[in-house]
């Protein structure tokens, strides 16, 4: 099973308002990751979990988030974001951080809209 | 840093022809290359890889990839593609970050494979 699952589908948010996105696996993987990808372009790398501990955080804006409650889950909450901020969010893992061989399998994504 | 270019943004094709995707790579001491696949409005699927070893690298859904050290590419090929086969694809290379011991993927800007009927 390489399965990444990823919640909400969809996300409709408001500047004021806090939300979070959720993202698991079941694939005993060590490291996650968070991507932000914009129409037309690739993904950007946000955030990486290393057991459980972040150790990449690729100067992201405070509004977002990143926590890691345990291996399997992968949290990124969301406060006073601007409409720039609207992209399609994607989960990663894999099963080592530390490895370049390592593969890493994404989720469905998460399409944010903020108005 | 490591980085990757794909030459091409979009490539059309018609179904059953056969297509490649360009990639070329920045040169280093060793890589490892990815190429995934995004359908509309989903995640990234993960098509083949090079690691080491044997340079032509058989990947799901009939594609290939050869890596080629001296001319610092790994194209993707298909001999007859599908209408299934719209997509968008991403060349990427395993890129060490700096300060740590951890690895990013570092994408090439996609290709859009449209294959028209």
């Known amino acids: 099973d390489t399965e990444v699952t990823q919640t909400p589908k969809h996300l409709v948010m408001g500047m004021t308002n806090k939300k979070s996105l959720k993202c698991e696996q079941h694939m005993g993987h060590r490291a996650m990751y968070w991507y932000k990808q914009k129409a037309k372009k690739p993904p950007e790398l946000m955030f990486v979990?290393?057991?459980?501990?972040?150790?990449i955080n690729e100067s992201v804006p405070s509004r977002f988030s990143p926590e890691c409650p345990n291996s399997s889950l992968l949290n990124l909450h969301l406060h006073a974001l601007q409409p720039e901020d609207s992209a399609l969010y994607l989960c990663?893992?894999?099963?080592?951080?530390?490895?370049?061989?390592?593969?890493?399998?994404f989720g469905p994504g998460t399409r944010l809209t903020v108005l | 840093a490591q980085s990757v270019t794909q030459l091409d943004s979009q490539v059309p094709v018609f179904e059953e022809a056969p297509v490649e995707l360009r990639c070329n790579y920045s040169?280093?001491?060793?890589?490892?290359l990815f190429w995934y696949v995004q359908y509309p409005n989903q995640g990234l699927q993960l098509l083949l890889k090079y690691l080491s070893g044997s340079t032509l690298v058989k990947g799901i859904n009939g594609f290939e990839a050869e890596f080629n050290k001296s001319q610092t590419s790994f194209h993707l090929r298909k001999p007859s593609v599908h209408i299934s086969d719209t997509a968008e694809y991403f060349c990427a290379v395993s890129d060490q970050l700096s300060g740590g011991s951890n690895y990013k993927l570092t994408f090439g800007k996609g290709t859009l494979l449209t294959v028209n009927p």
């Open positions: 979990y290393s057991y459980e501990k972040l150790s």
């Open positions: 040169s280093s001491v060793s890589v490892y």
């Open positions: 990663a893992s894999s099963q080592e951080g530390d490895r370049g061989t390592d593969t890493q399998y």
